[in-house]
């Protein structure tokens, strides 16, 4: 008689070691995994899962972008379309000087900011492409190309021409989740450019950012920029967050400020990862070491 | 029955084992008890019994040693697999085979188990060979003995019921 006409054969474990030595095997390396840590800080067990997944979206994102590239670079405006690349990365490499020069611009004023000039103008940056987004909407991240290969670690800045879109926090080897700054656990320092007041940008979830801990002595109208300070040791001084939407009184201490992001992440396509670590980062790392 | 005594030789396995780790041969074990005795589960039971003693005793293991908890346990159930394999593949009941089984399991143990740390970046082993060697033998020189007494003794007990029967008649 076969196994299979035995029902009690079937589920006899004794008869099927092969697939139970793999199967506490799995377990074994699971519960292992969980409980390492990799050399980024980042457990084993969520790094393999994020390097395996991020694979399987580049082939996806390469398929897809190769058929995009065909059907619109090559069939239809091939020489208009790479001219259009070119003019693409020129224009946002002029709005990336732009805001640097703005903000370099704004801290020469005082006399403190003149030594964190140095900081800036030394700002060293890779460019990366977004290769997936995030699996849930609970979560708003993106994964990039790039990764610990590209000295890529976590806590780095990532930047977009029109401003800050966020941080990494879980990088593989060849690539890296971004979490974006309108997810709910994305915060970042934050000052309005016009009356240097500061606060906390911090996302809610959806397509917008609220600026908290704003006193409300302070002057802020609809239309000020809103810049990140740098307190926060993640992201450099002076890029672009949003524009104030709306301003209200909440009747306590502070203001009820909405800031609509300057970049519009359901758009964004490629960023550029800040490498040059902040002094807060450096600082951490050093203590580390 | 039988996974009841599988589990007590385990844990008066352990209890042994905890009162035997100081005598340790250059940060190695002399005797790993409880290795001894998931290859002689593996070796009477089959594999199916050898990988889930190696994985209950080297848990249990792991969970006692404060270490990370898997390692031991993926090194047990797969020296408990392997050698169930072996011992139904093979004959295995002859002193020899038994030593050669209970050294080569002791080795690949301490393979995986080493290797695991090392390759995770855990902990480092500065030339562990010596050390290993010498679990190996004590462990086969256990395992013999083990598999002699468990085979000889109800033997032993049969005569003498039966010589005392004799000399009451």
Redesign the interface.
């Known amino acids: 008689m076969r196994r299979w006409d035995n029902p009690v054969a079937v589920i006899d ?2 008869q ?2 092969g697939y ?2 793999i199967a ?2 799995v377990v ?2 699971i ?2 995994s969980a ?2 840590t990799s ?1 980024s800080g980042v457990p ?1 067990l969520e790094s393999v899962t994020f390097g395996i997944f991020s694979e399987i979206q580049r082939v996806m994102s390469t398929g897809v972008s190769g058929v995009r590239r065909v059907w619109t670079g090559y069939i239809g405006l091939r020489h208009l379309k790479q001219e259009n690349d070119a003019l693409k990365r020129e224009l946002a490499a002029a709005q990336i000087a732009a805001q640097e020069q703005q903000a370099l611009a704004s801290r020469a004023r005082g006399l403190e900011k003149l030594l964190e000039l140095r900081d800036r103008t030394s700002l060293r940056t890779t460019a990366a492409e977004i290769i997936g987004m995030a699996a849930t909407q609970d979560f708003r991240t993106v994964t990039i190309d790039k990764g610990t290969r590209d000295g890529l670690r976590p806590d780095m800045a990532v930047i977009a021409p029109a401003g800050v879109v966020g941080r990494i926090v879980v990088p593989s080897v060849r690539s890296a989740k971004v979490q974006l700054l309108v997810d709910r656990n994305a915060a970042a320092g934050a000052i309005v450019e016009r009356s240097r007041a500061q606060g906390v940008a911090v996302g809610v979830g959806g397509d917008r950012l609220e600026m908290d801990y704003v006193s409300e002595v302070y002057d802020i109208v609809v239309g000020d920029i809103v810049v990140t300070s740098g307190i926060d040791g993640i992201y450099p001084k002076g890029f672009v967050i949003g524009r104030v939407e709306s301003v209200e009184r909440s009747g306590g201490a502070y203001k009820r400020i909405v800031v609509r992001p300057a970049v519009d992440f359901n758009a964004v396509e490629e960023v550029l990862v800040v490498v040059t670590p902040t002094p807060a980062r450096e600082a951490s790392g050093g203590a580390s070491e | 029955m039988r996974t009841a005594g599988v589990v007590l030789a385990v844990a008066a396995a352990l209890a042994l084992q905890t009162t035997l780790a100081r005598f340790v041969v250059r940060g190695t074990v002399a005797v790993d008890l409880v290795l001894v005795v998931v290859v002689f589960v593996a070796l009477t039971s089959g594999p199916a019994a050898g990988l889930l003693a190696g994985a209950f005793a080297g848990l249990v293991q792991d969970a006692l040693s404060s270490s990370i908890v898997g390692i031991g346990g993926l090194a047990k159930t797969l020296v408990g697999f392997l050698a169930g394999v072996i011992g139904t593949q093979f004959i295995v009941v002859h002193t020899l085979p038994r030593f050669v089984v209970f050294f080569c399991a002791t080795a690949l143990h301490a393979v995986v188990f080493m290797g695991l740390y090392m390759l995770l970046d855990l902990r480092q082993f500065s030339a562990p060979y010596a050390g290993v060697a010498g679990q190996a033998v004590g462990n086969a020189l256990v395992g013999v003995i083990a598999f002699q007494v468990v085979e000889l003794l109800p033997g032993a007990m049969e005569r003498r019921r039966a010589q005392r029967g004799g000399i009451r008649r």
């Open positions: 474990l004794r099927r070691a139970l030595f506490v095997m074994h390396v519960l292992i409980q390492v050399k084993v």
